[in-house]
Nanobody
Framework: QVQLVESGGGLVQGGGSLRLSCAASGNILKINTMGWYRQAPGQERELVASTTSGDSTNYLDSVKGRFTISRDNAKRTLYLQMDSLKPEDTAVYYC???????????????WGQGTQVTVSS
């Protein structure tokens, strides 16, 4: 099995910064694309940013220039640096990873438990 554990959420004033982390562990052979999603109350979950194993990145338009996604493959950890935060960034942020495990040798998507980010005005 695979576990994704997020950390780094919290309460911050508008204009502030937070850094989210997501550590992957378990029976992992390879991690392909990793990403951060968010879900605000009453809203659908949306992709915020993603990065491939080749370090190609993709961002939601509303966070471009403010958020930076990165990964440390040796540590199997995904990061999201969030700067110039706005109240509309308030949501639960989820880590997602496309993982190939030993024994199955087929990729599958895994999710973290989510971490709350609240930005006050």
């Amino acid at each position: 099995q695979v576990q994704l554990v997020e950390s780094g959420g919290g309460l911050v004033q508008g204009g502030g910064s937070l850094r989210l982390s997501c550590a992957a562990s378990g029976n992992i052979l390879k991690i392909n694309t990793m990403g951060w999603y968010r879900q605000a109350p009453g809203q659908e979950r949306e992709l915020v940013a993603s990065t491939t194993s080749g370090d190609s990145t993709n961002y939601l338009d509303s966070v471009k220039g403010r958020f930076t996604i990165s990964r440390d493959n040796a540590k199997r950890t995904l990061y999201l640096q969030m700067d110039s935060l706005k109240p509309e960034d308030t949501a639960v942020y989820y880590c997602n990873a496309d993982v190939v495990t030993y024994g199955i040798y087929r990729s599958r998507a895994y999710w973290g438990q989510g971490t709350q980010v609240t930005v006050s005005s």
